[in-house]
């Protein structure tokens, strides 16, 4: 394995894209944010999938599905403790415990009775110690936001902080470059994500204004949402189908983040977890209905 390659892999990863020129692109994005986050975040990576590569789970690592949890962590450390040795500590040790809390999640839901839903892990692994970051350890760090209070700006500006955001970083730069990235491995991916961070916008506006709805932060996770189930879940499904789990998946996340938010908790990714994992259990019962509505009215199923 190039594990150079792959721990840019992992970057790519977040976005549901296993490229390392997407992740080439993401990398200077969250540097032109600030160059020590991108340190942390690629530490992150590298930490991940180095140690699942020498714990066996080698295709895995290869394709960066063990590499951007740790990605993540490192961008939350810088957030939350801002560049310090803790930081650094904070992200070794956070993307040493994704490998196993990814596989952990990946063995439960292939248990019964989870097994017939599939679910994946997404960005659980990040959000379970990210959260505990958050709750047990005082505030030092810090993103500074970019915001605006014109409604055409806000839009805007909402929707290119949505692409920086999903890397806990702000600044329409960041994520028109983040976008173009996306592009680069998948305009498909790149094409719904745009359209889930405008539906977190607008429905964002109907309970925020537009300086909250600016900042991106209502609309990271259905920009995740969106691009995941319409291009990756569900990606065997017919077009209609896939679009309208996307544009469902996208406003399920705008809920969970208002109240994550008013409860005090860290949101993070909770609500694109949330929501995706919702939207695929409806979809995998719904097949399920259809499978046995077929086989209540076809010849086989009646002798059976």
Same mark, same amino acid.
């Given at each position: 394995m190039n594990l150079l390659t792959a721990r840019i892999r992992g970057l790519s990863q977040i976005f549901f894209i296993s490229s390392p020129w997407t992740g080439l692109l993401i990398l200077p994005a969250v540097g032109y944010a600030s160059p020590q986050a991108a340190f942390l975040f690629l530490l992150g990576s590298v930490v991940q999938t180095v140690t699942a590569h020498f714990m066996g789970l080698r295709d895995d690592a290869a394709e960066g599905i063990q590499g951007y949890n740790g990605a993540l962590v490192g961008a939350a450390a810088m957030a939350h403790v801002g560049f310090s040795g803790e930081a650094v500590l904070l992200t070794v040790l956070g993307a040493?415990?994704?490998?196993?809390?990814?596989?952990?999640?990946?063995?439960?839901? *292939?248990? *019964?009775?989870l097994a017939h839903f599939d679910l994946p892990a997404l960005t659980a692994p990040f959000c379970l110690i990210a959260t505990g970051i958050f709750t047990l350890l005082p505030t030092t760090g810090g993103i500074p936001l970019v915001i605006s209070?014109?409604?055409?700006?806000?839009?805007?500006?909402?929707?290119?902080?949505?692409?920086?955001?999903?890397?806990?970083?702000? &600044?329409?730069?960041?994520g028109v470059i983040i976008f173009v990235g996306l592009?680069?491995?998948? *305009?498909?991916?790149?094409?719904?994500?745009?359209?889930?961070?405008?539906?977190?916008?607008?429905?964002?506006?109907?309970?925020? &204004?537009?300086?909250?709805?600016?900042? &991106?932060?209502?609309?990271?996770?259905?920009?995740?949402?969106?691009?995941?189930? &319409?291009?990756?879940?569900?990606?065997?499904?017919?077009?209609?189908? *896939?679009?309208?789990?996307?544009?469902?998946?996208?406003?399920?996340?705008?809920?969970f983040v208002l109240v994550l938010g008013w409860a005090g908790s860290p949101v993070l990714t909770w609500p694109f977890v949330f929501a995706t994992w919702i939207v695929v259990v409806v979809d995998r019962l719904v097949e399920k209905k259809k499978g046995d509505t077929v086989n209540l009215v076809s010849p086989s199923g009646a002798n059976a």
């Open positions: 040493l415990a994704c490998v196993p809390l990814h596989q952990l999640l990946s063995t439960l839901f *292939r248990s *019964r009775p209070s014109d409604p055409l700006t806000a839009v805007g500006l909402g929707i290119t902080n949505s692409f920086a955001e999903v890397d806990l970083e702000d &600044g329409w730069i960041a592009l680069v491995g998948s *305009r498909v991916i790149a094409s719904l994500g745009l359209a889930g961070a405008v539906i977190g916008i607008l429905a964002g506006l109907t309970v925020l &204004g537009p300086e909250q709805v600016s900042t &991106g932060m209502l609309s990271y996770s259905s920009l995740l949402a969106a691009a995941g189930t &319409g291009a990756v879940f569900l990606a065997d499904r017919p077009l209609a189908w *896939r679009l309208a789990a996307a544009c469902g998946a996208g406003l399920f996340t705008v809920p």
